[in-house]
């Protein structure tokens, strides 16, 4: 989990990023390495904008490492190259999702999108904390660079510029669950929204013309979680997801259809291995 380059993040960010990472007054002490299976389902759009959602289910296991540099956890694989009390400059990996051109009326006979995958730097600067570490607000600035794959080849499909402002807060409902709520815009490079919006003169049909896609602003996104733990081991988790393209660049686009998308997803996380080490680099409540 939480990304927005395509739509469909909801399911497989919720699944592997919304790990189980427990809080409470022993999180100073949370294990260094934890495997587990996670599952989970949710309702997506098959892209930005489209005008179709699909359910897409999956099962999969998961690792967590809270290692001082290399980690992998509900916030999803990062290499931490600089960290202080406020500011950390890390490199991270994310996936989403793909869909069916089979099963879109207005990509009917274009490829289908792919699993994509994103890789790159961000800025996560935290701006309000509170005393006990139970609540803050952080702004990140990330740029990466974006791969699908059909698992025969990988292929680069351009960049994406994604600011945003993020509250977290532990104890929402009980005493160990983790709530986020972030909001920013989402800027993309040709080649990407040419993934998207993009119809070349061999996919033209009635009602779908040639399109030349083009760089900029893509759209806003708003994203809430929910991960609650259910007993020491399990913990189960809801997202939702809401994003607005109006005045987006490519709002001409024949494959552009709503201005408003909405993703819901939800499932569960059980820890099956805990390590007897403790990792010496969570301080946070929330990280």
Sequence with gaps: MPTTLAVAACTLSAIILCMPDRAGAQDAGKPLFEIGIGGGAGYIPDYPAA?????????????????DVFRADRNGIQGRLYRSDRVTFEVSLEGALGSSADHNRAREGMPDIDLLGEIGPALKINLHRDSDRRDRIDLTLLVRSV???????????????????????????????????????????????????????????????????????????????????????ISAFGAVRGELFSGAANDDSPLYKRTVNLSIGAGFTVSLYRSDSRSGAVSDILD
């Design 51 to 67: 005008d179709q959602n699909h359910v897409q289910a999956a099962a999969l296991p998961y690792v967590i490492y809270r290692g």
């Design 147 to 233: 791969f699908s794959t059909d698992f025969s080849r990988i292929k680069y499909r351009g960049l994406v510029f994604a600011p945003d402002v993020a509250y977290s807060k532990a104890g929402l409902i009980s005493g160990d669950d983790q709530f986020r709520f972030s909001m920013g815009p989402i800027f993309a490079s040709s080649h990407l929204m040419d993934y998207f919006y993009q119809v070349e003169p061999q996919y033209v049909r009635p009602g779908r013309p040639a399109y030349d896609a083009k760089a900029g602003y893509l759209g806003l996104r708003l994203h809430s979680s929910l991960v609650m733990p259910v007993t020491e081991r």
